[in-house]
């Protein structure tokens, strides 16, 4: 029996493609507006590479809210 018929949480990893930000205090607005989503295990910004690596159990939440709050941060979500 796999995972997700054993009743056990499935978790789905996404990077995505981050522009605007340019300093730790970015980093840590998205970290923080992201990991307080229910449904996010994991949140980690790379400022270089400009990328958004998300964890998030998709049966809570879904990657257009995650990509949402981003976006109400005030940054860009490319696709």
């Known amino acids: 029996m796999c995972e997700c018929c054993s009743g056990a949480t499935h978790v789905h990893t996404d ?8 300093c730790s205090h970015c980093q840590t607005a998205i970290e923080k507006a992201v990991g307080g989503l229910g449904g996010v295990e994991k949140v980690a910004v ?7 690596k998300v964890e998030y159990n998709p049966d809570l939440i879904t990657l257009d809210a995650i990509k949402n ?5 005030g940054y860009q979500v490319k696709e």
């Open 15 to 22: 990077i995505l493609k981050v522009e605007g930000m340019s």
């Open 46 to 52: 790379n400022l270089e590479a400009k990328e958004v």
């Open 69 to 73: 709050t981003i976006i109400e941060e």
